[in-house]
């Protein structure tokens, strides 16, 4: 688990002497997930912390309008911000406030790289995370979630203390 900026709990994206392109092509290998799985804070996930944390983060009921971004993400394979905002006919704080529930339980992630807005920075294209599981094997044991807990256990148990594994798996 790595944070995009610095924080007290885990290592930051730029503290493991990562940048923005290298974040980026991990996410379109399937090395990394994209997520607001801590504390809403922009949170890149192991494929195998991703496929342990999935089953036993609980979802957040969603309202017409995530029902509707999730409908147009499978439906056209993945879709960046300019496109949500104008069929969704929202402001950028509006589908902010949309996309955040859905990135913190895992529902949506980054597929891969948008539009370049510089030599060094992208818009994001957005999917749903079944679509981003269609190319990765997830570990043997994903679907065991007393193994999955365990394994959780022992990846953040460095950072974290139990109560507060118990409080990022709500």
């Known amino acids: 688990m790595l944070l995009c900026n610095e924080n007290v709990f885990f290592p930051s994206l730029v503290s493991v002497g990562g940048d923005w392109d290298m974040i980026l092509s991990l996410i379109e290998e399937r090395s990394a997930f994209f ?4 504390h809403g804070r922009t949170t890149y996930l192991s494929a195998e912390l991703y496929f342990c944390l999935k089953p036993l983060r609980r979802k957040t009921p969603r309202d ?5 971004i999730i409908g147009i993400l499978k439906d ?8 949500l905002k104008s ?10 406030k949309e996309m955040e529930p859905l990135l913190a339980d895992l529902s949506v992630t980054v597929l891969r790289r948008g539009r370049a807005l510089s030599e060094s920075w992208t818009t994001f294209v957005w999917g749903t995370s079944a679509q981003w599981e269609n190319e990765v094997t997830a570990p043997p ?3 065991d979630h007393a193994a999955c807990r365990r ?18 798996l709500k």
């Not at 997520?35 to 801590?38: E, G, N, P, Q």
């Not at 394994?151 to 990022?168: F, H």
């Open 35 to 38: 997520s607001h799985a801590f």
């Open 64 to 68: 017409e309008t995530q029902q509707r």
């Open 76 to 83: 056209t394979g993945g879709a960046d911000s300019a496109f």
């Open 87 to 96: 069929v969704l006919m929202l402001e950028s704080k509006a589908l902010t």
């Open 141 to 143: 044991y994903a679907a």
């Open 151 to 168: 394994r959780v256990d022992e990846l953040l148990s460095a950072y974290l203390t139990g109560k507060a594994i118990d409080k990022l």
